[in-house]
């Protein structure tokens, strides 16, 4: 049987932080599971990949409304759907604000449809870019 493994879901692109403070923000998440023994996938590097690749060389920073919704949908489709799949993530720890994250959302529903556990992560025990926690 697979290891428990999780991933952190959370808005990149939504709610009132920009795309790098929400990245830092997930990335930071990560390195403190990963620090606690926590077995978690990071898709980060993929994520960054997929986006570069998607548009072009673009990173992403100044899209219009349609062009963001249909960069979202493609990474959903071709990079978390598939990792989810996989049938190898056991659980998904949600960020604070990942409501407003239409991948986050997609990935929640898939989720809850399948075997995969999901765990709110309270804003709380979110490291800030210094790895420091707020609250």
């Known amino acids: 049987m697979p290891p428990q493994i999780c991933t952190v879901v959370g808005p990149f692109t939504s709610g009132t932080r920009t795309l790098e403070e929400n990245g830092e923000r997930i990335?930071?998440?990560?390195?403190?599971?990963?620090?606690?023994?926590?077995?978690?996938?990071?898709?980060?590097?993929?994520?960054?990949?997929?986006?570069?690749?998607?548009?072009?060389?673009?990173?992403?920073g100044s899209l219009s409304h349609d062009e963001e919704r249909e960069l979202q949908g493609k990474l959903f489709d071709g990079l978390y759907a598939p990792i989810l799949r996989?049938?190898?993530?056991?659980?998904?720890?949600?960020?604070?604000?990942?409501?407003?994250?239409?991948?986050?959302?997609?990935?929640?529903?898939?989720?809850?449809?399948?075997s995969?556990?999901?765990r709110l992560i309270p804003e709380e025990a979110v490291p800030n870019t210094q790895g420091v926690f707020y609250g």
């Not at 998904?92 to 809850?112: E, F």
């Open 86 to 114: 996989s049938g190898l993530i056991r659980e998904l720890r949600l960020m604070p604000g990942s409501d407003a994250s239409v991948n986050a959302r997609r990935m929640r529903q898939y989720a809850q449809a399948g």
């Open 27 to 60: 990335r930071q998440m990560i390195a403190w599971l990963k620090k606690k023994h926590v077995p978690t996938f990071n898709y980060l590097p993929l994520r960054k990949r997929a986006v570069m690749i998607l548009l072009g060389g673009r990173d992403g």
């Open 116 to 118: 995969i556990a999901l």
